[in-house]
């Protein structure tokens, strides 16, 4: 019998904000993308607690004890092909003193259920080419790399000019 995680999962608040931010914070900085951090706390509420009711992503924390160990945040896609719903998982991170617990994993599944409950027909997300570890744990657990597809992206000026 395995003994009980550790550690718990739950739904982000509004208090959980600047722990995500330093989550995302961390993140960029393993990902070697702390340059692009523009999100502040207030836009980060903005999304995840808008007034409007009307979210555009959702988060979840990992906890062991009382202390923050990682997170995911996520939102809804749709698949014309499919006709389904879908979830992109946008982050997922684990704090470095709590790797290799399962925590990444739990986060990952957490939001597989949500999106199996949800009716999704699938669940997608983006790994650095050179992220070898976080590969090797995806393909274990079932997900397929998609290599004949490449990201496109308009953003800032690009973006504006464009629009």
């Known amino acids: 019998m395995n003994p009980a995680p550790l550690f718990a999962i739950r739904p982000a608040v509004k208090l959980d ?5 330093l989550f995302i914070q961390e993140l960029a900085a393993y990902e070697k993308l702390s340059h692009e951090v523009e999100v502040t706390e207030e836009r980060l ?11 555009a992503a959702e988060c979840i924390v990992a906890c062991e004890g009382a ?3 990682g997170f995911a945040l996520f939102f809804p896609t749709y698949s014309t092909f499919a006709g389904k719903p879908g979830l992109y998982l946008e982050d997922l991170y684990v704090r ?7 925590i990444g994993t739990a986060l990952l599944n957490h939001v597989a259920s949500l999106a199996n ?3 999704c027909g699938r669940m997608e997300w983006a790994v650095l080419d050179w992220n070898q570890p976080a590969i090797d744990v995806y393909e274990r ?3 397929r790399r998609l290599t004949d597809w490449t990201t496109c ?7 504006t000019r464009f629009a």
Do not use: M
């Not at 904000?17 to 931010?21: D, E, M």
């Open 141 to 143: 657990l079932g997900a």
């Open 17 to 21: 904000l600047p722990t995500i931010l």
């Open 45 to 55: 509420c903005a999304a995840l607690f808008p007034d409007s009711g009307n979210a």
């Open 96 to 102: 470095p003193a709590f790797r290799g617990r399962g």
């Open 67 to 69: 202390e923050p160990a």
């Open 153 to 159: 992206r308009l953003e800032g000026k690009s973006l």
């Open 117 to 119: 409950t949800r009716g």
